[in-house]
Structure formats: structure tokens, C-alpha cells
């Protein structure tokens, strides 16, 4: 037990150095050697935690889903208003963005960048299945609760990620004047009338 | 070899508020299940089959002990309150009140004499035999049982299917024991769902859609509505007229085993929320199903894509 925890400790710890190395040189000039140099450990022994540099690319999607994922469930499962909720998940966006930034600079710069490297094992939804599936669920209760407009999944799910993909770019390219916390609730407000249904303030 | 005969088990069958589709239904079983029925059962009375002797007559016969009453079969829903409902000229109030403590068995064939169904939307009165919808205030109240010591036993449907109906009465005549579910309901015929045994089955878990009606390709249950999933009922099993089922022949399952068959209403629409169905089948939790369908759809079975009359 201990032992399998230890490994899930370096195995986090890889991935918190391979996303940073991924995001600044790219996907290509990174090598293994580079990041196993960079953790501090053999090239021998990176091979006892991932199999190749696209394993470890998939799973780091998979990591910062399930990230992200569970703070959705989390601020889902409260006993508060949808409206707080979508306003809870921006702010939650953000900070997980301010906290672990390697992670959405790698979605950005990597994820996005680079398909073929995701094309098999992880197209689709397949390494973000936990933040698709936990904003179907939180869209499908508020819709249920009659607090959403009933629409396509799609556009409501674009419409809740655009903004904050948008927000995260702008920080990553050094133009946004203010911290992007302090955007928080106008992007909160924002969501929130796009994807409310007519009677709800 | 006359020592050998073994006395036929008797049966009526009474008729509520109904549009006599489990009669209709009766009808179309099997030849062979009906013979074997017939070779076991003696039907002394059925509005639709039997011409011999008048109810009253043998109504009269079996209150004086005349006649041997072990399957009392009731199709239709029924009041609670006296004067409401009448079959051949009697009280169905009278005719269950009186019966009640003679007849071996009774059975509710059907979703009215189940569970009240259509008829109970227009009148709290009416009832099915021992439930009203899922809730045990039907004309019989609690744990009531028959002289077998066995609750009334349901057989839903709208109609219910003639095997069930046959099944379940040579079940008890033969002496096997019954296991019902928690609606009075045979296992054998209402622990499966009418998707076990759906020819769409791998369209379901590719998640390749019909939109449609009537076609061989295709999952009915995002587009049309289907309630398979979520319907307690053997049609894929034991098929209709040894054939086919709805399902087969492209037309959705619209739950009509379930008690709340009525109260639902758009039959061939699934609810959904922002794209998301509202509803997932028995057994699995929203969340587990939304991942399974996300996976799914990210692959292609491509032996699903097209025509099946023209797939490898």
C-alpha cells in the first residue's frame, strides 16, 4: 500500500515537471532524458512509471481532468443555487489555473497543439471524460431544476469552457491588465445569462 | 387408465374497466401453449370464449359450493365503491368481495387490474386489484392473500402478454412455486428488462441512434424514446406470436409493464436535459452511464454505420 503510494507520488511529481518542460520547449524537444534529468532521477527508472513520452502525455490530460473534474463534482454536489455554481466553477477554473498553471499552459500548448500524439487512446473525450462528464451532469441537473434553457449539450458546454480557456490564454500570452481572479464574477455573470433560462434573474 | 386423470383446475375470467386487450391478447397465443392451457385448465367462464352456461349460473354454483373456483382472473381496473362497475348484470364490488375468500387464486391480468392504470387517472376510486399505481390501496389493501395463502399476483402489461398470462396460471396448477417481485409479479416473466435480448443491443452500447421508426438499424432510446432499459417485461425473451417484438420490428418500448405507464405521457420522446437524458437504464448511476456513452461515441463500429442487408 505504502509502496503503490509512493509511486502515485512520483508519478505526480513527473507530471508536474513534464507539463512545465512540455509547455516551455514543446512536445518534440522534450526528451526523456530531459525529464528525467529535470525530476531528478534515471532515464532506467522513468521506464518503472510511464512506458514512453506518449504515455506520459496521455496521462497527463488525464491527470488535469480528473483535477478538474472532481472540483466540478464538488461544487455540483452543494446545496447551493445553479446560479452560485456556475460562479463557483469560474473562480474554482481560475485558481486551479493560478495553482497549477504547467497543467493549462500543457492543455493549451500541448494538448491542443500537437493531435496526433493524442489521436490514439485519448481522441475524443477520452482523456477528459471526468470534466465532460461532470459538466453534462451539472448542465442536466440545472436544466432539469428549470434553471437552464434547454439547448444542445455542445453549445452550452462551449459556452461554459470558451470564456475560460479564452481567460487562461490571455494570461499565458502576458495581456491581461488585471489578475484573472478579479474577472471572476463578470465571467460567472456572463455564463450564467448565456445558458439561464427566461425567467431566472 | 382413468385413475390416472387428474382433475383440470378451474378458472373465470371477469372483466372490469377495460378495452378487453388481454383477452385480445389471450387469443393470440400459441397454438401449442393454448393447448396445453386448455389440457390443464377448464375455462368455465370467459366473456369472449365460453358460450355453454351463463355466468349467473355458474357464479351461483360456485357460491354454493357447487363448483371448484382455483384461478380467478381479472382484467380491467375496479372501484373501490359499490355500484360503480358491473359484469354480466352483477357488482364487480359483490362479485371480488365474495369470491374473495373461495378462489384458490386471483389474478390481475393487465395494467388496469394491475395497478389501475388509464382508468384510475379519472377517479380516485379506481383501483387495481391490490395496488393503485405503486402504492397498495388497490380494492384489496396490505399483505392481502388468497386461500393459497399467495397475494394477488399482477401480471402487467397493456396487454400483458398471453405466455406470461398462460404460463403463470400452468405454473400453479402444475404446483411450481411462484417467486414474485416487490409489484406481485412473476420473476420468471419481470426480472428481466425488455432490453435483454433486443436485436439492437450493440447499437445501444455503440451508441449508434434510429431516427426512425420501423427500421432494422439503430438504438430506439435516444431519439424515439424507447423505455427498454428501464422496463421490467420478457418481450425480447419470450417474443410476441413467437415472432417478433416491438423492438424488433423498429418501434420503441414504451413501458407499459410499469405502473406508471399512464402518468408519463410523450411515448416516443426521451427526456432530456441540455442533450442528456434525464433518465438512465436500471442499475447504473448517471454519472457512470454519461462516461460509458462519452467513450462509446468516440468510437466507430463500423459494421453499424450503414445498412445491416448490406454489412459483412
Known amino acids: ?201 | 387408465m382413468e385413475s390416472l386423470k387428474v382433475r383440470r383446475k378451474s378458472l373465470i375470467w371477469i372483466s372490469g374497466l377495460t378495452c378487453n386487450g388481454n383477452s385480445h391478447s389471450f387469443l393470440s397465443s400459441s397454438s401449442l401453449s393454448f393447448d396445453a392451457f386448455l389440457n390443464s385448465v377448464n375455462i368455465l367462464f370467459h366473456p369472449a370464449l365460453t358460450y355453454d352456461r351463463e355466468f349467473k349460473d355458474i357464479y351461483k354454483d360456485i357460491l354454493e359450493g357447487k363448483l371448484k373456483l382455483d384461478f380467478l382472473i381479472v382484467e380491467g381496473a375496479v372501484s373501490k365503491k359499490k355500484t360503480k362497475v358491473y359484469f354480466q348484470g352483477f357488482d364487480i364490488y359483490e362479485i371480488l368481495e365474495n369470491l374473495k375468500n373461495i378462489a384458490e387464486y386471483i389474478i390481475a391480468v393487465g395494467n388496469c387490474a394491475s395497478f389501475g392504470n388509464f382508468p384510475a387517472l379519472y377517479s380516485e376510486d379506481v383501483v387495481g386489484l391490490n395496488f393503485r399505481f405503486n402504492q397498495r390501496n388497490g380494492f384489496f389493501e396490505g399483505d392481502f392473500t388468497t386461500k393459497s395463502g399467495m397475494p394477488i399476483i399482477n401480471i402487467s402489461g397493456c396487454p400483458a402478454h398471453p405466455e406470461w398470462i398462460i404460463k403463470t396460471v400452468l405454473s400453479l396448477s402444475y404446483g411450481y412455486d411462484l417467486k414474485l417481485g416487490s409489484l406481485q409479479r412473476p420473476k420468471d416473466f419481470y426480472m428481466y428488462l425488455t432490453h435483454d435480448g433486443c436485436t439492437r443491443n450493440q447499437y445501444f452500447e455503440w451508441k449508434v441512434e434510429a431516427e426512425e421508426f420501423g427500421t432494422k438499424e439503430g438504438c430506439l432510446f435516444y431519439y424515439l424514446g424507447c423505455r427498454g432499459p428501464l422496463t421490467h417485461s420478457s418481450c425480447n425473451k419470450i417474443l410476441w406470436n413467437d415472432k417478433s417484438s416491438k423492438t424488433r420490428a423498429g418501434m420503441p418500448c414504451i413501458g407499459c409493464t410499469e405502473f406508471d405507464f399512464p402518468l408519463r405521457g410523450k411515448y416516443f420522446e426521451t427526456k432530456l436535459n441540455i442533450g442528456i437524458p434525464e433518465e438512465v437504464p436500471l442499475g447504473v448511476s448517471k454519472r457512470a452511464y454519461i462516461m460509458l456513452s462519452g467513450v462509446a461515441k468516440t468510437f466507430t463500429n463500423h459494421r453499424l454505420k450503414g445498412k445491416l442487408e448490406e454489412a459483412d
Open chain 1, 1 to 201: 500500500m505504502v509502496r503503490k503510494l509512493l509511486k502515485e507520488k512520483k508519478r505526480e511529481e513527473i507530471v508536474k515537471v513534464a507539463s512545465r518542460l512540455f509547455s516551455e520547449r514543446g512536445f518534440y524537444n522534450t526528451t526523456i532524458p530531459d525529464i528525467a534529468e529535470a525530476v531528478g532521477m534515471s532515464v532506467g527508472n522513468f521506464y518503472n512509471y510511464f512506458e514512453s513520452k506518449e504515455d506520459l502525455a496521455k496521462y497527463i490530460m488525464q491527470y488535469s481532468s480528473s483535477i478538474l473534474g472532481e472540483e466540478i463534482r464538488k461544487i455540483s454536489q452543494m446545496d447551493v443555487s445553479t446560479k452560485e455554481k456556475v460562479f463557483l466553477i469560474v473562480r474554482r477554473f481560475i485558481e486551479i489555473a493560478q495553482e497549477r498553471p504547467e497543467l493549462i499552459d500543457y492543455f493549451l500548448r500541448i494538448f491542443l497543439s500537437n493531435r496526433e500524439v493524442f489521436s490514439e487512446g485519448c481522441e475524443g473525450f477520452l482523456c477528459v471524460g471526468e470534466v465532460v462528464t461532470e459538466l453534462m451532469l451539472f448542465l442536466e441537473e440545472g436544466a432539469r431544476k428549470g434553471d437552464f434553457r434547454q439547448q444542445d449539450f455542445f453549445p452550452a458546454f462551449v459556452t461554459i469552457m470558451g470564456p475560460l480557456g479564452g481567460l487562461v490564454f490571455l494570461k499565458g500570452e502576458g495581456i491581461l491588465p488585471k489578475n484573472p481572479i478579479e474577472y471572476a464574477n463578470e465571467i460567472g455573470e456572463n455564463i450564467w445569462r448565456a445558458l439561464k433560462s427566461d425567467e431566472k434573474v
